[in-house]
């Protein structure tokens, strides 16, 4: 009985403050909305990566605001924020930085590259060659970076927020599955309604471009971190999660399935739990519910699943496979 009561009394205190913070994250919405016109599950995606440590992956064709919205974001939290433009050329050492010798005082000194941000555009990863896209998942992973002999810790927040073109594959090198995997959210950024459209083009054509201004500190990110990560999951939900991710790689009951080569991995799943949290959260409550982890599934899981030659060929993605692993994985 102590053990329910504690946990209540848990789940009250983390309400409470989820109550607390709502004003602070709606202001900080409409701060950037104020540049970003409509977007809502792109920013509230980006939103819930500060809120939980993760990355996320965006694709879409040019010119639809993902540098914007990055930009504004960093903007609104008082965060150090950098781009770094993927190019063939692009050496490890230009991202983490190098040691360099100062010939005045005939000593070796470190020189710290762009990672050493809050919030990092990487913008068209799959411009790189490989040694360069792992030296930054590398930093993403470990939140850390070797220059010569030093390790360096990176700054807190740290999300890295990776951009990629998917309608021009040459001179690209495609990152692998498994350092995909490393993303918390794969987001596909599409394009705007006709109204939402028009609504770009005045504010942009305007005489003074919208900006958006600090409405939130870091520290309060970083309250609302570990807030977060005291979001109630009850063992049931957990579950719930469990099996979604199984079913993505164990089942033969279904066509698309039996199409997939590899399901989403344990990564997957904690995500998930991540994302229901944040989710949850947003939403004022210190306990998650399975609409939560329905809500952020799909963006969680598809780059997570590989589907086969024959899926391909038949039409089959890992949109399809998601979609029908919520319909069939029974709810709590």
């Known amino acids: 009985m102590s053990a329910i009561t504690v946990t209540q009394e848990q789940i009250d205190t983390t309400s409470r403050r989820a109550v607390e913070a709502a004003e602070q994250i709606s202001r900080l919405l409409a701060e950037i909305h104020k540049v970003m016109v409509a977007q809502e599950h792109l920013v509230e995606r980006l939103v819930m990566a500060l809120l939980t440590d993760g990355h996320v992956l965006l694709e879409g064709v040019p010119g639809l605001a993902k540098t914007l919205a990055v930009r504004t974001l960093a903007a609104c939290v008082s965060a150090r924020f950098a781009r770094i433009q993927f190019t063939p ?197 210190g306990y998650v519910l399975p609409d939560d982890v329905k809500r952020v599934a799909l963006d969680v899981l598809r780059h997570r699943i590989i589907i086969t030659y024959e899926g391909e060929a038949e039409g089959v993605t890992s949109e399809t496979v998601v979609s029908e692993v919520l319909e069939r994985v029974k709810v709590p």
Request: net charge negative.
């Open 89 to 285: 050329d692009l050496l490890p050492s230009d991202l983490i930085g190098s040691v360099v010798y100062n010939q005045h005082t005939a000593q070796f000194l470190v020189r710290h590259g762009p990672v050493f941000a809050n919030l990092i555009l990487a913008d068209e990863i799959n411009r790189a060659p490989a040694k360069v896209q792992s030296a930054l998942l590398e930093a993403m992973q470990e939140r850390q970076v070797t220059i010569g002999d030093e390790t360096f810790p990176l700054p807190a927040p740290f999300v890295v927020l990776a951009t990629q073109n998917p309608i021009e594959q040459e001179g690209t090198y495609p990152l692998p599955e498994a350092q995909v995997d490393r993303f918390m959210f794969k987001v596909l950024v599409t394009y705007p309604r006709r109204d939402d459209e028009v609504e770009i083009v005045r504010r942009m054509t305007a005489v003074e471009e919208p900006h958006a201004e600090a409405v939130v500190s870091p520290e309060f990110i970083q309250w609302a971190k570990q807030t977060v990560r005291q979001v109630y999951v009850d063992d049931r939900v957990l579950g719930y999660i469990v099996d979604l991710v199984a079913a993505t790689r164990s089942s033969r009951r279904n066509q698309a399935v039996e199409l997939v080569e590899y399901g989403a991995s344990p990564r997957a799943a904690i995500w998930l739990a991540h994302a229901a949290k944040a989710s949850a959260f947003l939403a004022g409550r």
